[in-house]
């Protein structure tokens, strides 16, 4: 069974490009999550999603920042207009249940230059 | 607003020397208390679930127990390839917010052959 895949493994974007990450979640899991792991510090919950849904969204900045789980396909978070304080590993995660453990993908390293 | 201070943020063992790491939470009614282990680079691997205070799980070289303010993973004999970032992570009610985990800094083992 294929754990969590999450693409690209690295991106590089200059200021003020969008960075696209995708989340592929272990098969039969439908509850997505991401999580973002800046330098120096611990990881921090951004969106929770079940498809086509989302169901928490309170640990995301307001603006520049989208999360989607289309009914087909994997999930995308969606940063625009990146600027040099979003670099960071953003981790996506799978759970087959509301509650319990989830299982983490290896991670996108966003550089902004 | 849940918090998990995780200490010491850094241990170095030699091989073979046991020690105990902590983890202590505040959190309304706990639903869960996870440990996680993630190397460099890579995405944090899930290493055990505990629910309720005086539980206990055991992996290996590793024991986690819970009580109601802290849980604590023993390491028993440690190798070198035990060397990571041990990371505590909880669970919390909350109708939307309840799957969210929170984490700790997390604690940087390194054993020493």
């Known amino acids: 069974n294929a754990g969590v895949m999450q693409n690209p493994r690295h991106l590089v974007r200059r200021r003020g490009q969008e960075a696209r990450l995708r989340c592929s979640p272990m098969?039969?899991?439908?509850?997505v999550y991401w999580y973002r792991q800046l330098p120096e510090e611990g990881l921090k919950f951004m969106v929770y999603l079940q498809k086509e849904n989302i169901i928490d969204e309170s640990g995301m900045p307001k603006e520049r920042f989208s999360a989607e789980f289309p009914k087909e396909g994997p999930s995308i978070l969606r940063i625009q207009q990146v600027v040099r304080g979003d670099s960071a590993a953003y981790f996506c995660a799978s759970s087959p249940l509301k509650l319990g453990e989830q299982y983490f993908g290896p991670g996108t390293r966003l550089t902004v230059t | 607003e849940d918090q998990v201070t995780q200490s010491p943020e850094a241990l170095r063992l030699q091989e073979g020397e046991s020690s105990s790491l902590n983890c202590s939470y505040t959190v309304s009614g706990l639903r869960g208390l996870f440990w996680y282990r993630q190397d460099p680079g890579k995405g944090p691997e899930f290493l055990f679930t505990l629910y309720s205070a005086g539980e206990e799980k055991e992996k290996e070289r590793l024991k986690a127990t819970l009580t109601k303010k802290e849980s604590f993973l023993h390491i028993t004999a440690p190798k070198p390839e035990d060397s990571a970032t041990y990371l505590c992570?909880?669970?919390?009610?909350?109708?939307?917010?309840?799957?969210?985990?929170?984490f700790g800094e997390g604690t940087q083992l390194t054993v020493n052959p």
């Open positions: 992570a909880v669970q919390a009610p909350g109708e939307t917010s309840g799957s969210r985990l929170t």
């Open positions: 098969k039969g899991h439908s509850h």
